[in-house]
């Protein structure tokens, strides 16, 4: 059981260059999330799905793109790169909402992307 | 003010001493609080929820304060292998996670 793997897992790009990075999760989840992770701060939502078909802004959007066509693939996109989305990228996905006790995230292993 | 926040450290503590953190929180209308475990270049994975009442597992006690607005995790018993970065996390009333910054435990021989 792979649980949420993630393409690539290092990254170096160009200034104005673009990338998608890939989200993948075996286990049914309907909720899936991207989160980015600087020095010094919390994990940020960047932008998340609630279902197959549906994307929603998280608290730092801009900048990024994504698409969810199937279920089990969370797209996440930067069209223009600039050295300020230099970061760790993480791929979580959930259950539901969290209305469960049990509420959990499954995060992937992570994209480490440099902007130069 | 941050809406999570927690002490960065690091906390040097030797091998077999109990440890424990706090965690404070901004928005009265938190509805859940989880505790995260992130081992330095890894994915943060789930140590355990916070229930009103205060929960146990094994070597790990978790408290929730909310007239005072703040979560505690305690560790007896501490082993090398606690060494990592706990992150706190408040679930508010839309259902979405808002992180801190974690603490960095450091469990010395």
């Known amino acids: 059981n792979a649980g949420v793997t993630q393409t690539p897992k290092f990254r170096v790009l160009k200034t104005g260059q673009s990338m998608t990075l890939l989200c993948a999760q075996d286990?049914?989840?309907?909720?899936m999330y991207w989160y980015r992770q600087d020095p010094g701060m919390g994990l940020r939502l960047i932008h998340y799905?609630?279902?197959?078909?549906?994307?929603a802004k998280g608290e730092v959007p801009d900048g990024y793109n994504v698409s969810r066509l199937k279920k089990q693939n969370f797209l996440l996109g930067l069209e223009s790169a600039a050295p300020s989305q230099t970061s760790v990228y993480f791929c979580?996905?959930?259950?539901?909402?969290?209305?469960?006790?049990?509420?959990?995230?499954?995060f992937g292993s992570g994209t480490r992307l440099t902007v130069v | 003010r941050k809406e999570v926040e927690q002490d960065p450290g690091p906390f040097n503590v030797p091998e077999g001493a109990t440890v424990a953190f706090n965690c404070t929180y901004s928005?009265?209308?938190?509805?859940?609080f989880f505790w995260y475990r992130q081992d330095c270049r890894k994915e943060p994975k789930l140590l355990m929820s916070?229930?009103?009442?205060?929960n146990e597992d094994g070597r790990f006690t978790a408290q929730l304060n909310r007239a005072s607005q703040y979560i505690s995790l305690l560790i007896r018993d501490s082993k090398l292998s606690d060494s990592a970065t706990y992150l706190c996390?408040?679930?508010?009333?839309?259902?979405?996670?808002?992180w801190g910054a974690g603490t960095k435990l450091i469990i010395k021989p």
């Open positions: 979580a996905s959930s259950y539901d909402s969290g209305q469960g006790r049990n509420y959990g995230y499954t």
């Open positions: 286990m049914n989840h309907e909720y």
């Open positions: 799905s609630v279902g197959e078909g549906t994307t």
């Open positions: 928005n009265s209308a938190s509805q859940s």
């Open positions: 916070v229930y009103s009442s205060g």
């Open positions: 996390v408040v679930r508010d009333s839309n259902y979405q996670l808002i």
